[in-house]
């Protein structure tokens, strides 16, 4: 929270101190044992998906597991790359790349991935009208044709708009986890080199 933490109004000095502060808690040292946050993610994930369907936000390769990699890495670099210290993701990633913490090839993957989920999340938001349901809908389902015309997808030859959007949905998922055992493992390994 204290990450995604943004100046709205009010008294700039004010708001001057509460970022001093939030900086000094957030990215000196990690204000939380990653353990913990770790155990958290792995909660909401139990919570929040059913057996047998893929979650866009809380499922194994979702937009809470790109935006906890990306979290892990801006607690782990924020007190050497001030820079990283964004609130929103676009930007988190951009400063990750500029200060040579990612790849140009893992920014693109991550970048990619974060456009497309936050889409697919959109999508499956108007088509079910209901803000909690991201559970992506299994082809060849009425539901999944629709959700891909919905995204924009038409015929391409041979190739249906629900074999694009199955392709582009594990296209999305690998790139969430292009480091074996997922960014919580690496900021696991670099946290316990640090302390």
């Not at 900086?23 to 770790?38: A, G, K, R």
């Not at 809470?64 to 892990?72: K, S």
């Not at 803000?131 to 999944?144: K, Q």
């Not at 986890?177 to 493992?185: E, N, Q």
Request: aromatic share 8%; charged share 25%.
């Amino acid at each position: 929270a204290l990450i995604r933490l943004r100046f709205l109004h009010g008294d700039e000095e004010l708001t001057e101190k509460v970022f001093k502060f939030r900086d000094e808690v957030t990215y000196s040292n990690p204000p939380v044992s990653i353990v913990h946050t770790l155990e958290l993610h792995a909660q909401q994930i139990r919570l929040k998906t059913q057996a047998g369907s893929w979650n866009a936000k809380f499922s194994t390769g979702g937009m809470a597991e790109l935006e906890y990699a990306v979290q892990f890495l801006q607690l782990l670099r924020g007190s050497e790359h001030p820079l990283v210290r964004q609130a929103n993701l676009e930007r988190a990633l951009e400063a990750l790349l500029e200060t040579g913490v990612l790849t140009l090839a893992e920014f693109e993957h991550l970048y990619a991935a974060q456009i497309f989920l936050r889409r697919l999340i959109n999508a499956l938001r108007l088509v079910r009208g209901l803000a909690g349901d991201l559970h992506c809908p299994v082809p060849p389902s009425p539901e999944f044709s629709f959700l891909a015309k919905r995204l924009g997808y038409v015929r391409q030859g041979d190739v249906t708009a629900e074999t694009q959007l199955e392709r582009d949905i594990r296209q999305a998922r690998r790139r969430v986890r292009p480091i074996p055992g997922g960014y919580g493992h690496v900021f696991l390994q670099s946290a316990d080199r640090r302390m």
